[in-house]
């Protein structure tokens, strides 16, 4: 069993919560106004920052399990040492985006902490560090993609 399983499973968890969380507060919403009249203007708001906190640890699952699309017509094209070249390049431009949203990320949501939200009056940082969350764990299932591969590749030479 790979010792990152867990943390996958949690992720999973999680974004799984975060959706019920969304259908929750949308039924009540739209019951709210059709059935008593009045609008819950913080259950709007707490949906879409349930949403994306979903779309954000979903991507990292993504990452674990390759299932983010990609366009490799042209490097199922290239000869099997430029496919080569082509990997290395893809996952050191992977690396340096997701570290961009890592430290970057970080640092808006800390700015972020004191500006509060309209309708719920949470601070927006805690939706911002959805960014940073998100991008280091596809990068930590990234770098253990790569792991696996190195270990396959000297596995088979």
């Known amino acids: 069993m790979n010792?990152?399983?867990w943390l996958e499973k949690t992720v999973k968890a999680l974004a799984g919560l975060c959706l019920v969380v969304?259908?929750?507060l949308v039924v009540a919403q739209v019951?709210?106004?059709f059935l008593l009249n009045f609008s819950l203007a913080a259950a709007s708001e707490l949906s879409?920052?349930?949403m994306i906190w979903s779309v954000f640890l979903?991507?990292?699952v993504a990452f674990r399990n390759q299932q983010h699309i990609a366009m490799d017509f042209i490097k199922n094209s290239l000869p099997h040492r430029a496919v080569k070249?082509?990997?290395l390049i893809i996952f050191s431009c992977l690396v340096l985006i997701l570290g961009l949203l890592v430290i970057k990320g970080y640092d808006l949501s800390q700015r972020a902490m004191f500006q509060k939200s309209a309708a719920a009056g949470l601070p927006v940082g805690y939706v911002v560090m959805a960014i940073p969350v998100g991008s280091l764990l596809a990068l930590v299932?990234?770098?253990e993609n790569l792991v696996v591969r190195l270990r396959r590749g000297s596995?088979?030479?």
């Open 58 to 60: 979903g991507g990292a």
């Open 3 to 5: 010792p990152l399983d």
């Open 85 to 87: 070249a082509a990997d």
């Open 31 to 33: 019951g709210s106004r």
């Open 22 to 24: 969304v259908f929750a």
């Open 155 to 157: 596995g088979n030479d």
């Open 141 to 143: 299932f990234l770098i």
């Open 48 to 50: 879409i920052y349930a």
